[in-house]
């Protein structure tokens, strides 16, 4: 049984418009919540992290956590042509050790 | 601040052979973790370091595969009689101190072919 579940799309999104993504989580005691872009071919790069319930927001990015219902989402406003890449949710272990989804990929077409 | 480099960032062996990637980490760094990722997947996490310390190896790491990091900077990944199961993106991390909240920073990971 997988820890971290996202959809793996693609999540086709019109340039402009909000993305949003998506990713449950199974072990109650995560404290840390991490989002990760990643381009193809490339390392994951860290985007955005959240550890207490509600918003976070970061320039056109919004982490939002809901610890009740093991879920955590990203919004991504005003998604540019340079958005498109595959997005990686993470959960810290109570160790401190991050466990990833398998990512869903964004493409956005202009 | 460099970053965290990876050597080599490919690698292509014949199945059977041995395979030893190197990892330098950003200065200051206590934490190192190794994680492999193939295609389609989010990386998977093998084992990390506190210091020269390995404190966790997944289960999934067989005995084929070891990792070091001698003086608590550099780390060693090394693969054991390569299979063709074995081709992946290996992912070095760091991250500057324990804690719960862990950001991890990625080098540009090493690419193995086994043929």
């Known amino acids: 049984q997988k820890e971290v579940e996202q959809n793996s799309g693609p999540l086709s999104v019109p340039e402009g418009a909000i993305a949003s993504l998506n990713c449950t989580y199974s072990d109650r005691g995560s404290q840390s919540f991490f989002w990760y872009r990643q381009y193809s071919g490339k390392s994951p790069e860290l985007i955005m992290f959240?550890?207490?319930?509600g918003d976070k927001e970061d320039g056109r990015f919004t982490a939002q956590l809901n610890k009740a219902s093991q879920y955590v989402s990203l919004l991504i406003r005003d998604s540019q042509p340079s958005d498109s890449a595959t997005y990686l949710c993470?959960?810290?272990?109570?160790?401190?050790?991050?466990?990833f989804g398998a990512g869903t990929q964004v493409v956005v077409t202009p | 601040d460099t970053g965290v480099s990876q050597n080599p960032r490919h690698k292509i062996t014949k199945r059977g052979q041995n395979v030893t990637f190197r990892c330098d980490p950003i200065s200051e760094h206590n934490r190192l973790y190794w994680y492999r990722q193939t295609l389609g997947q989010g990386p998977e996490f093998l084992t990390y370091?506190?210091?020269?310390?390995?404190?966790?190896k997944s289960r999934l790491l067989s005995d084929r595969f070891s990792a070091e990091r001698p003086k608590g900077s550099f780390s060693t990944l090394e693969i054991q009689r390569t299979e063709q199961g074995d081709s992946a993106m290996y992912l070095c991390a760091s991250s500057p101190e324990p804690s719960t909240n862990e950001k991890l920073f990625f080098g540009s990971g090493t690419q193995l072919s086994v043929l």
């Open positions: 370091f506190q210091n020269e310390a390995q404190l966790e």
């Open positions: 993470a959960v810290s272990d109570s160790w401190g050790k991050l466990q």
């Open positions: 959240i550890y207490s319930n």
